[in-house]
């Protein structure tokens, strides 16, 4: 049975943080809506109702297209060991961007100054509702831990061509065409 709640309680903050994986599910009205898997392991919970995650640069950037223009953001949870749970936060998102100062604080205050090569922005999450249900759906599995791929593939893109110039190839816009904000001037 769902219940509902304002925000993330202590019960919630342990649940979030003992998972390996969470969604992220964007969309416009005018849109695909898009889902992406992600690795806790750059997530953060910086109060009972706002959440970070480091995002890394992918072949695609629907989460930073579609908060620009719509906002809407759900972020996932599911148990896939022990007891079984599906958590949802709810909410406004939006991409914090690398060269901006809130990007600096939050990774010297959250991320110890450490950058992942291949980091590409942040995706903050405003709550305003945090949801569970039973997961009884939800299949069991093993954690065998995280790939090494994405971080394989960073070096040899930098080494290639360069992270920045991929991103300029790919991550400038979503699949529908809508604009990211990658690397447009900061407003003023």
């Given at each position: 049975?769902?219940?509902?709640?304002?925000?993330?309680?202590?019960?919630?903050?342990?649940?979030?943080?003992?998972?390996?994986?969470?969604?992220?599910?964007?969309a416009t009205a005018e849109s695909?809506?898009?889902?992406?898997?992600?690795?806790?392991?750059?997530?953060?919970?910086?109060?009972?109702?706002?959440?970070?995650?480091?995002?890394?640069?992918?072949?695609?950037?629907?989460?930073?297209?579609?908060?620009?223009i719509d906002g809407r953001m759900?972020?996932?949870?599911?148990?896939?060991?022990?007891?079984?749970?599906?958590?949802?936060?709810?909410?406004?998102?939006?991409?914090?961007?690398?060269?901006?100062?809130?990007?600096?604080?939050?990774?010297?205050?959250?991320?110890?100054?450490?950058?992942?090569?291949?980091?590409?922005?942040?995706?903050?999450?405003?709550?305003?509702?945090?949801?569970?249900?039973?997961g009884f759906g939800v299949p069991?599995?093993?954690?065998?831990?995280?790939?090494?791929?994405?971080?394989?593939?960073?070096?040899?893109?930098?080494?290639?061509?360069?992270?920045?110039?991929?991103?300029?190839?790919?991550?400038?816009?979503?699949?529908?065409?809508?604009?990211?904000?990658?690397?447009?001037?900061?407003?003023?």
């Amino acid at each position: 049975m769902a219940k509902q709640y304002p925000d993330i309680d202590a019960v919630q903050h342990e649940f979030i943080l003992k998972q390996k994986i969470f969604f992220t599910a964007t969309a416009t009205a005018e849109s695909r809506v898009n889902v992406s898997p992600r690795p806790t392991d750059h997530f953060r919970i910086l109060g009972p109702n706002r959440v970070i995650y480091l995002d890394l640069t992918g072949s695609g950037n629907e989460t930073a297209a579609h908060t620009r223009i719509d906002g809407r953001m759900t972020i996932m949870f599911c148990s896939f060991e022990g007891p079984p749970k599906i958590l949802r936060l709810y909410g406004r998102g939006r991409i914090i961007r690398r060269d901006s100062a809130e990007y600096a604080t939050l990774l010297a205050d959250q991320f110890g100054n450490s950058e992942p090569l291949g980091a590409r922005q942040m995706a903050s999450l405003d709550i305003d509702l945090v949801q569970t249900s039973c997961g009884f759906g939800v299949p069991l599995f093993d954690y065998a831990g995280e790939r090494p791929t994405l971080t394989r593939w960073a070096e040899a893109k930098e080494k290639d061509i360069g992270l920045d110039a991929y991103r300029r190839q790919k991550n400038q816009f979503s699949i529908d065409g809508l604009p990211t904000g990658l690397f447009e001037e900061p407003a003023e």
